[in-house]
Structures are given as structure tokens and as C-alpha cells.
């Protein structure tokens, strides 16, 4: 038990789908962040978010969308994704942003697209 | 272009014998460096850091070493033990940036 839950762990959706994908943290975090890991390859950071306000955006496309409605809660909305958009998602949360803030991770979000 | 590489994809090694993971970074602006374990259907969890201003850091069976000059930062497990068997990841973070490197995959033989 990490403290970050993601739901759903499995998503299989087509490319015309609108979907969401859920974390909650229950560490009294002031910091969530959303990652894509995709085979092979590193974690990427996708967003950030401090206090309720998106503080990175690292040129994620338009079809990912991210809420973040209070300090314990992170969306991201999914819509018209393509096939290279089929990764595992990850959300994770530390005390505050920053680099020297050790971050706790879910265990992610397995999504397929079709 | 990647800013951190772990090149070694997998490591075996004996139970009892020192586990050595490597991780080679691009930018001499990193100023904070971690190290995350993760198991299978898991998320990552932070194992050991180290900051810019030091060159080694203990927590137990694990030692991290930073090379600043050499741009190379280092994990330490002894003894290894079953358990360790995992994929372990190092992160380097700037400025407002986290990067990761790939991850090594550690089997530790009993």
C-alpha cells in the first residue's frame, strides 16, 4: 500500500473513446504528477500539478487532459488517442514540488488502445 | 535525446554478493539524484537519493555514489538478497525537470 491509488489498473478503449483515468492519494501531498511509460523507455513526465495548479506541461498533446480538482485528487481525461498512446500511466505524489521530494507512485493505469 | 542512460538492461547476480547498478547522466546541472526500485505490476518506490553537494550516501545494505566529474552515479546493494530482485530506476532532476533513466532488471540468484 503506497498511499496512491489508480483506477482503473486495465483500459482497453478505441480511438473515437472518451475515458478517464483516476488517482487518489491519501499522503496529504501538496504535489501529483501524471507519467507515461512506454516500452523500452524511460518514464516521461507528462504533467505536474502543485497546490491545484498545473505547474508543468511538458508539451503533452491535446488529447490527454488533466484535473486536478483538490490537493488529493488527479484526472486525466483521454480523448480520440492513437495507437502510440498505449503505455502503462503512472501517478505519483510527493510533499511538495520539487526535485528533492522523494515521490510516491501508484501502480499505474495499463491502457490499450485499439 | 535520452538524459540519463542505464546501460545495462539486466543484472544477475549471487544472493550475499554486492549488486552493482550504474546510471550515466548528460547535464553537469543535475543537482539532485534517486534511485526507485520497482516490482512487477507495481509502481516505482523510492529506495536512496543523494544531492549534488555530496558523494556518497548509506541507508542500510544500500550506498549510492555520485561522480560529478564523470557525470556517473552508482547503487550499491551488499549483501544482495531475493527480495532485491527487481527493476531498478535512477532519476535526475533540474530546474523544474525530473528525467529517468530505463531501468536495470536485478536478479538476485538464491
Known amino acids: 500500500e503506497t498511499g496512491v491509488t489508480q483506477t482503473p489498473r486495465h483500459l482497453v478503449m478505441g480511438m473515437t473513446n472518451k475515458k478517464s483515468l483516476k488517482c487518489e492519494q491519501h499522503?496529504?501531498?501538496?504535489?501529483m504528477y501524471w507519467y507515461k511509460q512506454s516500452a523500452k523507455k524511460p518514464l516521461e513526465l507528462m504533467f505536474v500539478?502543485?497546490?491545484?495548479?498545473?505547474?508543468e506541461n511538458n508539451s503533452v498533446p491535446s488529447r490527454f487532459s488533466p484535473e486536478c480538482p483538490n490537493s488529493s485528487h488527479l484526472f486525466l481525461h483521454l480523448h480520440t488517442l492513437q495507437p502510440e498512446d498505449s503505455a502503462l500511466y503512472l501517478c505519483?505524489?510527493?510533499?511538495?514540488?520539487?526535485?528533492?521530494?522523494?515521490?510516491?507512485f501508484g501502480d499505474g493505469t495499463r491502457l490499450s488502445i485499439l | 535525446d535520452q538524459q540519463v542512460k542505464q546501460n545495462s538492461p539486466s543484472l544477475s547476480v549471487q544472493e550475499g554478493r554486492i549488486s552493482i547498478l550504474n546510471c550515466d547522466y548528460t547535464?553537469?546541472?543535475?543537482?539532485?539524484f534517486l534511485w526507485y526500485k520497482k516490482y512487477p505490476a507495481e509502481g516505482p518506490t523510492f529506495l536512496i537519493s543523494i544531492s549534488s553537494i555530496k558523494d556518497k550516501n548509506e541507508d542500510g545494505r544500500f550506498t549510492v555514489f555520485l561522480n560529478k566529474s564523470a557525470k556517473h552515479l552508482s547503487l550499491h546493494i551488499v549483501p544482495s538478497q531475493p527480495g532485491d530482485s527487481a527493476v531498478y530506476f535512477c532519476?535526475?532532476?533540474?530546474?523544474?525537470?525530473?528525467?529517468f533513466g530505463t531501468g536495470t532488471s536485478l536478479t538476485v540468484i538464491p
Open positions: 499522503l496529504g501531498h501538496n504535489a
Open positions: 532519476a535526475v532532476y533540474t530546474g523544474n525537470q525530473f528525467y
Open positions: 547535464n553537469s546541472m543535475f543537482d539532485y
Open positions: 505519483a505524489s510527493s510533499q511538495e514540488w520539487g526535485g528533492n521530494q522523494p515521490q510516491h
Open positions: 500539478y502543485s497546490l491545484e495548479e498545473r505547474v
